[in-house]
């Protein structure tokens, strides 16, 4: 069994940057791919970015080159961190540990992209 938490959501300007943390719970983090997905009303949720166990990263089109996944395995924490924002990164913002047949999600964190 895995809990996890989301924090760092909040708003931010266009252009800004934020940082979100996804801390886990129980043991085994480092056996997990964790990913981030976002949602935004009447949308299906969207992976944004993953990390495997060996540390290899995938990304969403739409934010390659501004948004860096990351894990510290001590920790048990996964990171977001996002530049460059758009109004269209607005969304909540969730983490999925995801190993196997088991799978596991954060409750979000809100991420809104306003002036």
């Known amino acids: 069994q895995v809990q996890l938490v989301e924090s760092g959501g909040g708003l931010v300007q266009p252009g800004g940057s934020l940082r979100l943390s996804c801390a886990a719970s129980g043991s085994m983090f480092s056996t997990y791919d964790m990913i981030w997905y976002r949602q935004t009303p009447g949308k299906q949720r969207e992976l944004v970015a993953a990390?495997?166990?060996?540390?290899?990263?995938n990304y969403a089109d739409s934010v390659k080159g501004r948004f860096t996944i990351s894990r510290d395995n001590a920790k048990k924490t996964v990171y977001l961190q996002m530049i460059s924002l758009k109004p269209e990164d607005t969304a909540v913002y969730y983490c999925?540990?995801?190993?196997?047949?088991?799978?596991?999600w954060g409750q979000g964190t809100q991420v809104t992209v306003s002036s």
């Open positions: 990390i495997t166990v060996g540390g290899s990263t």
């Open positions: 999925r540990a995801s190993r196997g047949a088991y799978f596991y």
